[in-house]
Structure formats: structure tokens, C-alpha cells
């Protein structure tokens, strides 16, 4: 009887229970439909009551219970307070999005949640209070929205908090001592706020914080002795603050810092000898301070050191000899100090050496002749100091350089004509204010990449030679304070500048000078014109030159290994093709069920046969791969690669993976990657129909092409969503090109090269760029300028593809003429008198008088998009507005 009894009892336990089960899917269901109504979430299938099989949803393994929401990158927007009825979460990612209005209240009901990301956003007003109810909490990431106000002290009950991120926000108000009470957290970003006072003396005595980014705020005092107490730190950066006092000695017990940025603060003392210490150093970043004494040799222990940076303090005395041994050291820059003693020949031997900037100090000495003996450098600046004798004929070994500083100096003789083998100048040639004399060299014309030269203040003499009109980029001209005579040749950067950049010369004259030459200078054939062919064969040369000039030509290097090995192996056999092929890292492939069909031995050899290639790019080799599977995939191999990215492997993986899972339709995502010695590979899915370029530029040249507006309106749309995309998500594209834009089988177009931007980015801590960005045709003019990647320049190199795709035309044409691209041609199409009809192809705009109007409206957004002021330009998302009003129009 009383077994009997207990069974009832259990029965009726388990039917309950099973009721109460039942009741709370259904509830979920309820809740989940009307957050899939109110956000319109893509891909939710509101009719089926499995709701755990939707995707960005995961539920517990034994019940019906949402456990993770993911709705990252869906630019969604709405009411999200309805999440918070979800009450089993764990995991909640909105990060991406285009959510307004305060974040809500209810979200501190969540009492489960363990992760929440809300970045991206435009979420307003303070962080809530109630947030601090969160007692799970492990990750909390509210950055890059437009929050304000000071961190609520409720948020101090987070007690196992470990990755706590607000960047990027309004919020002022001092950081509260109780974060440094905090013992789980590892990672505390609070940058781009406004927050003032003092750091937290205690931040690090109670947890092993790994990362401490507080910079572009307005803090002040000393930098606490704290953090560095447990000695795991790995990344301190405090820029652009107003810190005071001297950098700790304690810094040097942490052996596995590899950032340490803490530039433009009040800063004084010396750096300190322990800084020797820290094996793991990769960054150092002091610029404009005001610290002082010998640049220590300790930073010759730091192997790994890429980047050096003191500039604009008060060092004194040499660089240490010792700096030799930094085989990885890309960059040095110690511009604006008191250092002096000769040019360091041992810094030359600095194999990786990008940028060497001595300017603005006490260096004296003569200019040494093995300066180049560095292959890789493409900055060497050298002006404002006191060096002597002559330029030696040794600098035009110096091929890689785009921009050589040597004004201000006592230079004398003349400009030795190997300076014309320089063809990848491209910046500045700067040798003003010297004592150099005799003629130009002929050579000069050779630079045709070359936007600013200054000859100015020096003893020159002779006519300003005919040849320099092959330097067909030029913008900035200054031979003023010389001694030239004759006309100035009629070349429109001269007649472009003002009348102080040829003053000072007696015997010059011709515009913009307001002197006459007279007639008889004209017979003299200073007005012949130079043949324009010359010129562009010259041009034709060094394209293939610009559009590879990058930090590290891994690529390159790798072929090397290939041919010696062969040359070594003669025919070669099987036993030698083993030995050589190159050992993998790390690597993985993202997408599970492709694991298997991917064999990483058979990528390698693809990217060893230029008839694999498909398309060359400003930072990377794409090449077809054909699996043994029968898998076709596109491999992306990275010619700007330097060795910070192989020593930071798992930064790069992490920001692969999160690239991964970008989810956008005109994006490519990487599938996977290898990363080997001295080369990187990145897996992409293979797009038969090629690029964008190849389609405007190849197919439609076939005699079997049709005419097909609306694709290729289609096109431009896709491109112009897929990078409003990329700068919602602050993300900048460093080569927006026709080649970058890859089309599916649909025509569906892909922008490319996404991963560049995350993993060659200087702010991330992952790689300095140094190289010049973007293709030959896209560059937006003011970047010759800045050497800034901006979303105004983005906006600039699609109207360049707009262009393309209106009149099928490629960027950069002998038969626009003499410095003429495809975009002065289109704007210069009134004052040529012709209309705006005849600049489009008329393969289009002539079959009937819809396409041609519908072209006619893209054109106006291609010249808004090109305008030369950055400023005037629309943002990418405003493009897709217009573009998609001229479909419906």
C-alpha cells in the first residue's frame, strides 16, 4: 500500500513537472516570435515550434530552455527589452547592430547571464544600474555606443568579472577604486571616454590582469606600481592622456608584456634598465613626453621588439650599438630629441628595418654608404640634423623607399642621378636647405610615383630639366632659393604651384612666375612636348612594382627558398620536394563539415605556381587551390605580413575566427588558414565568376557579352552595402578596388581583403602599415598627404569602382592623356564639352531610355563619392540609400 502511494506520488511529480516543462517551452516560443516580429530577425522561421533549431539560438541539452542568443552583425534594429524574458540565458551577443534608446533595465533580470556584448550599437544615455544584478557575469562589453555618464557603482557586485569593456563612449566621471577590487579581471578597456583623475592605485593587486587600454582620455597622475604586481601583464596602453611622473622600474617584472604604448602624457625621468627584462616586448610607444637621459641598450635584450618609438622627448647621447642584434625591429623613430654621434651603421643591420626617422636631432657625420644595405626600408628621414658631405651614390640601392628626408642638413656636391632608380619613391624627396650645387640630374624624371619634391635653398644651378615631366604624380614642387636659369618647363604640377616655390632663382622665369622668358626661348625647344609613350612605358614598368610594395614581401621570400632549392636539386626528385616544403604553424578550418576536404600540403603547392594565380592585389596573392577532394578553394596568400603577426598568433586566430562569423552577403569570410615560417595562407570559398575587374574589364570585351545594366547596378549596390557594413562595424578597407570584389555564381558581388583591415591594423596592436594602402587609381588624393586610411577615402575608391561600372573604363588610361585617371576624365567631361551621356558606355545607356536615366542618376553619386574634398563626400550607408532609390525611381 505504501509503495503503491509513492508511485502515485512520483506519477504525478513527473506529470507535473512535465506540465511545467511544457508550459515554459511554450512560453519561450511566445517570447522568441515576438522578438523575431519586433526585430525582423532574417532567417527565423516564426511557424515552426522547434525553436531551438533557429539559427543564433542554442539551448540547454536537457531541456527546451534558450541558453544562447546570438544576433551579432544582423544591423538590426527595435526594442530589445523582451529579451530579458528569456530568463535561462546565459549568453546574450547584440554587439553589431543598429539598437537605439537606453539599454534596458530589465537586462539585469538575467541573473544566469554569464556573457553580454551590446557593442557596436547606438545605445544612449548611462549604463544601468541594475546591470550590477549580474552576479554570473563573467564578460561585459558595452563599447562603441554613445553612452554617458559615470560607471554606476552597482557594477561593483560583478564579482567574477573578468573582461570588462566600455571603449569608445562618453563616459566621464573618475574610474571607481572598487574596479581594482575586482579579482577575476583580466581585461579592463575603458579608452575614447572622457574619464579624469587618477588610475586606481590598487588596479592589479587583487587580479592577474592581462590588458589595460585606458587611452584617449583625461587622466592624470602617476601610472600605480600596481599593475604590474602579479606580472602577468601583457598589454598597457595609456596614450594620450596627461600622466605624470616617472615609468615604473616594477615594469620589468612583467616578462610577457608585449605592448606598452604610453606616448603623448607628461612623462619624465629615464626609461628604465629594466626594460631588458621583459623578453616578450613587441611595442614600445613613449612618444611625446617629456622623458630624458640615454636611450638605454637594455632594448637590445627585447628580441622580439618591432616597433620603437621615443620621439619628441628630451634623450640624449648615441643609440647603442647593441641595437644591431634586433633582427625583428621594423621601426625605429627617435625624431625630435637630443641624440647625436654618427648615423648608427648598426641599426643598418637591422634585416627587417621599415622606417628609420634620426630627424630633428644632433646627428653629425657623413651619410654612410652601406645606408641601404637594409632591402626592406621605405622611410628614412634623416632632416634637421648636422650631417656633412655628399649623398652618397649608394642611396639608390635603396628601392623599397617611399619617402627620403634630408633637409636641413650640410650636404654638399651634387644629387647623385642613382636617386632616379628609386622608383617606388613616392611621398617626399626632401633635400632642401643643404649646400648641394651643380645641375639636376636627368634621372629625377624617373620618379613617377613621386607626389613632393623639394629642392629649395641649396647652391643648383642649370635649367629645370625638360625630363621632369615624367614625373607624373607630382603635387608639391619647391626649387626656390637656387640658382636656375631658363624657362620653366610647361608642365601642369609647375604651373599648378605658387609663384614661392620657384622665387629666388634670377634667371628663372615663365609661369607662375610673372617674368617673360620672351620669344626666343621658344625656339630654343624648352615647349616641345616629351613623348607621352615614353613617359607611359616608364609608368608602365613600375606599376607591377607599386601595387607590391608592402611591409614584408613574404611571398617573395618564399619563392626564393623554392628556386634555391631547385637550382641545388637539379631535376629535383621526391626526397627534395619533402624536404622543402614548409612546416605549418598553426591552422584550422572554421566550417566543421569542410575539415575533412581540405588538405593543407595540396594549398601550399597551389600557391607555388603562378598559373594558379587569380588576381594580385595591394596586400595579397589569390590563387586557385584544387583539393584531392575536388574542393576548388581561393587562397589568399599575405604579402604585408611582418613577423608581429606570427609571434601574436593567437591575436590574428581570434580576429579570424570573429571574422569567420561576420555575416554579411557582400562579404568574403575566411573558411580557414595556415600560418607557416614566413608566410600566411587564408581559405576562402572559390568564386567561379572571378572578380569584378575581370568582369568589366575582360568579359565584357567577348564577343559573346550582352549588355546588362541592372546587374551591374546590382553589383554596385551589393559593393556599397557590403562596405557601409564594414564601417558600421568601425572596420576601415585598406584596398577598395574592382580587383578586390569578387562575384558568385549569382553575380552576387564580395568585397575582399576584409581581413587586412583586422589584422594589419596599428590601433589593435597587431602590425604597423607602413606600406602604401590601396591600389593605383583608388587612392584618394588627400592620402599623399595624411597616409591615413579613413571611411571618407573608402568612399572615394568606390566611386572610382562606380565609375567603372558606368563606362567600363579602367581607372588609370593612356587615352585619358598626359596624368589624366579615370576620375579627372569624368569630371573634366563639361569643360571638354561633352555631355554626361557620352562619358557612359553606350554598349548600356543605349538600349533603352530607362537604363540610361537610371545611369545617368548613378553617375551623380559616382561624382559625389570622387569629390577631391573628403569632407563633402556622402558615408557609405547615404551611397546605399541614393543607389537603391534609383532602382526604385
Known sequence: MVTLRLFTVLLVGLLLRSQFGIAKAFHEQVILEAIGKELAIPGWDLNSTDFCSWHSISCSSNSSMVERLNLS???????????????????????????????????????????????????????????????????????????????????????????????????????????????NLKVFAAYENEFSGNIPVNLGLNSEILLLNLHSNQ??????????????????????????????DSIGNCKGLSNIRIGNNKLIGGIPRTIGNISSLTYFEADNNTLSGEIVSGFAKCSNLTLLNLASNGFSGTIPPEFGDLNNLQELIVSRNNVYGEIPTSVLRCKNLNKLDLSNNKFNGTIPGDICNTTKLQFLLLGQN???????????????????????????????????????????LNLSHNHLHGQLPKDLGKLDKLVSLDVSNNQLSGNILLELKGMLSLIEVNFSNNQFTGPI????????????????????????????????????????????????????????????????????????????????????NATDEICSKPVIIAGNVFVENLRQAIDFDAVVKAVRKDTNKISTGTFSNVYRADMPSGMILSVKSLKSMDKTIIHHQSKMIRELETLSKLCHDNL?????????????????????????????????????????????????????????????????????????????????????????????????????????????????PEYAYTMQVTAPGNVYSYGVILL?????????????????????????????????????????????FAWRKEMLAALKIALMCTDITPAKRPRMKKVVEMLQEVTQS
Open 668 to 780: 568574403t569570410r575566411p573558411i580557414g588558414f595556415g600560418i607557416y615560417e614566413d608566410v600566411v595562407l587564408l581559405l576562402h570559398q572559390y568564386y567561379p565568376n572571378g572578380t569584378l575587374a575581370q568582369f568589366l574589364h575582360e568579359s565584357s570585351q567577348k564577343p559573346e557579352y550582352e549588355p546588362d545594366w541592372p546587374t551591374r547596378l546590382s553589383i554596385a549596390i551589393g559593393v556599397a552595402e557590403g562596405l557601409a557594413f564594414l564601417h558600421h562595424v568601425a572596420i576601415i578597407h585598406l584596398d577598395v578596388s574592382s580587383g578586390n570584389v569578387f562575384l558568385d555564381s549569382k553575380f552576387t558581388p564580395l568585397v575582399a581583403e576584409v581581413e587586412i583591415s583586422r589584422l594589419l591594423d596599428p590601433s589593435r596592436g597587431t602590425a604597423s602599415i607602413s606600406a602604401v594602402a590601396g591600389s593605383f587609381g583608388y587612392i584618394p
Open 73 to 183: 552583425g544582423f544591423l538590426l534594429q527595435g526594442n530589445v527589452t523582451l529579451i530579458s524574458e528569456l530568463k535561462s540565458l546565459k549568453w546574450l551577443d547584440l554587439s553589431n547592430n543598429n539598437f537605439q534608446g537606453s539599454i534596458p533595465q530589465a537586462f539585469g533580470n538575467l541573473t544566469n547571464l554569464q556573457f553580454l556584448d551590446l557593442s557596436f550599437n547606438m545605445f544612449r544615455n548611462s549604463i544601468p544600474g541594475e546591470l550590477g544584478r549580474l552576479k554570473n557575469l563573467k564578460a561585459l562589453n558595452l563599447s562603441n555606443n554613445m553612452l554617458t555618464g559615470s560607471i554606476p557603482d552597482e557594477l561593483e557586485g560583478l564579482e567574477n568579472l573578468q573582461y570588462f569593456q566600455i571603449f569608445t563612449n562618453k563616459l566621464d566621471g573618475f574610474i571607481p577604486m572598487w574596479v581594482g577590487n575586482l579579482t
Open 489 to 572: 618647363p610647361a608642365f601642369a604640377p609647375f604651373e599648378k604651384s605658387q609663384n614661392s616655390s620657384f622665387v629666388g632663382n634670377k634667371g628663372l622665369c615663365g609661369e607662375p612666375l610673372s617674368s617673360d622668358c620672351g620669344y626666343g626661348y621658344e625656339h630654343n625647344g624648352y615647349h616641345h612636348r616629351v613623348s607621352y609613350r615614353l613617359i607611359l612605358a616608364i609608368v608602365g614598368s613600375g606599376l607591377a612594382i607599386f601595387v607590391s610594395v608592402t611591409v614584408v614581401v613574404l611571398l617573395f621570400m618564399m619563392r626564393e627558398k623554392q628556386e634555391k632549392t631547385t637550382k641545388e636539386a637539379g631535376n629535383g
Open 804 to 848: 567603372e561600372i558606368l563606362t567600363t573604363r579602367l581607372p588609370v588610361d593612356e587615352a585619358f592623356g598626359e596624368g589624366v585617371d579615370l576620375v579627372r576624365w569624368v569630371h573634366g567631361a563639361s569643360a571638354r564639352g561633352e555631355t554626361p551621356e557620352q562619358i557612359l558606355d553606350t554598349r548600356l545607356s543605349t538600349i533603352s
Open 386 to 428: 648636422s650631417l656633412k658631405g655628399e649623398i652618397p651614390r649608394e642611396i639608390g640601392n635603396c628601392v623599397k623607399l617611399l619617402e627620403l628626408q634630408m633637409g636641413s642638413n650640410y650636404l654638399t656636391g651634387s644629387i647623385p642621378p642613382e636617386i632616379g632608380h628609386m622608383k617606388n619613391l613616392q611621398i617626399s
Open 219 to 248: 587622466l592624470e597622475g602617476t601610472i600605480p606600481e600596481s599593475i604590474f604586481a602579479m606580472e602577468k601583464l601583457e598589454f598597457l596602453i595609456l596614450t594620450n592622456n596627461k600622466l605624470t611622473g616617472i615609468i615604473p
